[in-house]
């Protein structure tokens, strides 16, 4: 975690690189550079906060603030009407939460502990949960590939709108679930960490306004140089924003997610990359969807490409998730699927 | 239940309504809302048959006539060539019990009861039974839309009858497993009911009879205006199959189903859904493919849409069986997958 | 099994049949008839040398040759440039396995002892490696078949060489575990064995070669014959690669399965349907390609119906694995869905 403080360097580079009208692929490489400490900062201010809430609105600011990042370079992508970008980042951040995160930290702890084992019962929660948000997300995807696009379009909008309705209150609902009526179901994991605060309240939240503020101005410069940056380096939009764009919005949350399972903590790690994974799919695919309403409506309907790499990321975790243990080689497992979708989408 | 009851007004209106020739748009209303309540009649007058005629014989009539309505429905569909509106009804019949049926049956049972529990090695041997008998019928289909379809339609007539054949089979061979072979696993759900007969054997053959006779005439009316139907409220004939008859033919059940979750038997809940949802693979739709026989005959090549919807109704039902567990968030999230299917059909 | 053996005299017979220049058509049917009983003693040979080189170069070896008369047979399909040939043979040999196979294990073993219990740990590991070799194989023609085809070809070469090392790369790995890190899971059943070699360690290598030598020649036999056996028995060369070759050359192995779930021992039969369709995917897969940049390079991308069947066969054996039991009507399931697939395949 210590070497994502030192990247926070290419911050003040980035202002001065901008400053001296750098071309935009170097931008967006140090806007990239940038976020992923920035994340991290944003993060950890998030969590002293929780300190200070108590758990349940802790729990609230976490789930919200977790996938902000994300939230804001797709607020700029959208704005530019990239809306490719924009839905393959979220598929992306969905199947590198579930494949690399979980792949990574599967291999780490297992190669650490050799079998590590997890409470079954709250995996199959979420992972069940991420079954049934993936399959609603995608079944308007599923329909309209075999059928006469041209002729729909219009009325795309307004099942856009109603699916992201739906998962908005399928989030409310999971959070009064999990904080009111099954909250017994979590509680263990809570109590065991039995932290402090080391911030003070004042210092938390001046650290997650900072982060946030400077977060939007580095994704403003990370956006103006995905299209120069594709060029360049001969990449698709489709795989900068499959690919690229989820490393850098979530490194800082994978990187915990690896820490954790080391420290055998495999809970914590499932948590954090299914977690993640149906915070992205509940709550900002349907915010994007209503925020690009105020410039261009953008559809919800996946391409085949993402809807095949969404489909396998869900059975492949609802698989693993099963046996409530894992080892290295499910981790090496989980990365090669991982791998090969990725050289795949690299040489569409 | 009561409710059910009074529903049956709806008979008489509906031949006087045709006496004095309505319109088939009102006439298929009518004949909806008769059809209801004679459903839940004939399941009743099954059940009471059941009592005297002792357990296998009573879960034979239960599992042949407890999808009757559904059989008559379509025997006069098939009638008037409407292949289309008799495919979608058999995918919808599916779709309706797993995903409506089931959702509100652990909604309603989970509002009331926080966490049920239900036998997991039962539903296990259905849903895995489901997962079956869903892929051998979708088989032929998922072939068939990667291959030049005008090529091959008069070999569909032949693979379409073995596949009825199969899945015949499998029904027959499965009612030995139930009632034979393997009779010990489902002995506990039987023996806990220790209910008795409240009609006499006459009354219960009298009311079977009459039941069926009138669902007969009465689906006539309704398959007559399904065509002005769809014309005057802008649906199209395979929404009309997909959502709006299985829902006819099946809302006694779904009461039932829901009903018997509040009680907290969620045993009973998910035999009635998946074992539904099994009669129709095995038993309806290959009946259906050797009636078509009589007229055109029919295959059973489903569209994309359908072959969509059976796969993730089973894919769910799969993995919701798999915990032994149900709570109200699950049947939520079953609810919303089933509304955004049945959205996205109402824009196609 | 000692029907096999009198089925050697069919090799005498197809070069006497060589010799006297008879029809491609019959060369086929001897050649298959011929390499049924050799592939079993290439099994015999290669289980009698294990017990001489200790459990785990044996484990090795079984693995390895396991599949070898499949291999032989692709060698000289690649040779010809019967690429489709080979590649069906692929998928066919993992449905055939997993679904033929299999079902004839559970239903015969079912009938004898009615509920077969197996270690579920076991099986659950290979079974979930199957699932993710499965889908790592499938990724590119998954996203193959949605892409403008000419374009990419010269591309997927490359990508079919990576999948191919990601893959072999596992294969490795997974002896790793299974053979060092792990060792421990799969303990229980190699010790219950406590057999002794039956043959001199000379006798099992002189077997070993012999039928090596003999499968190679009575393989091209057999390859030779495919086009003119497709012509005169109206059959397509899909239908030849993906359920006739397949049986061929695992023949032997599967009555192996069916003998040892009538002995009650399921866990066996399971690892060889699983664990040679592991090895299908893992090591013959990825030989075959790299062997077929010797003559012209052959892509990975199998057609959509090898991609149903097998994603089809994966999610069954999945299910079937998930309670650690099995019963004569889930052994009719997997051999009713075997039928159905072969007579979709067949009408094609």
């Not at 994340?39 to 758990?55: D, Q």
């Not at 993936?134 to 309209?144: M, Q, R, S």
């Not at 800082?252 to 994974?277: C, F, P, Q, R, Y």
Request: net charge negative; with cysteine.
């Amino acid at each position: 975690m210590k070497v994502l403080k030192y990247m926070l360097i290419f911050i003040p580079i980035s202002f001065i690189a901008e400053f001296m009208h750098a071309s935009s692929s170097i931008m967006f490489i140090l806007a990239a550079l940038s976020i992923v400490p920035l994340a991290g900062l944003m993060g950890e201010g998030t969590e002293e906060i929780s300190f200070y809430s108590g758990p349940k609105i802790g729990g609230f600011l976490n789930g919200t603030f977790g996938n902000a990042t994300e939230l804001i370079i797709s607020f700029f992508a959208l704005k530019q009407g990239l809306f490719e970008v924009v839905k393959s980042s979220i598929a992306g951040a969905v199947i590198g939460n579930v494949l690399l995160v979980l792949g990574a930290s599967m291999l780490a702890g297992g190669l650490k502990h050799k079998t590590q084992t997890f409470n079954k019962k709250v995996v199959e929660v979420s992972s069940s949960m991420l079954l049934f948000a993936v399959v609603g997300l995608c079944i308007p995807a599923l329909f309209t590939h075999t059928v006469d696009v041209a002729l729909l379009n219009t009325r795309y909008e307004s099942l856009s709108i109603f699916v992201a309705i739906v998962m908005i209150a399928i989030y409310i609902l999971s959070l009064i679930f999990s904080f009111f009526t099954h909250k017994d179901i979590y509680s263990a994991d809570i109590e065991e960490e039995g932290l402090t605060a080391k911030w003070s309240l004042k210092k938390a939240i001046s650290v997650l306004v900072i982060s946030t503020v400077l977060i939007a101005i580095e994704s403003e410069f990370l956006v103006s140089g995905i299209e120069s940056i594709t060029k360049s380096l001969g990449l698709s939009e489709f795989f900068v924003g499959i690919i690229i764009i989820p490393i850098i919005g979530n490194a800082a949350e994978h990187s915990t997610g690896v820490v954790m399972a080391m420290k055998n903590k495999m809970d914590v790690a499932l948590e954090i990359a299914i977690g993640s994974s149906l915070q992205i799919i509940l709550f900002v695919a349907p915010v994007l969807i209503f925020l690009s309403l105020l410039f261009t409506p953008m559809s919800i309907i996946f391409n085949q490409f993402e809807l095949i790499a969404l489909i396998v990321a869900v059975l492949i975790v609802n698989r693993v998730s099963n046996d409530g243990e894992s080892n290295w080689l499910e981790g090496v497992q989980l990365l090669a699927v991982y791998f090969i979708i990725a050289a795949s989408f690299f040489i569409l």
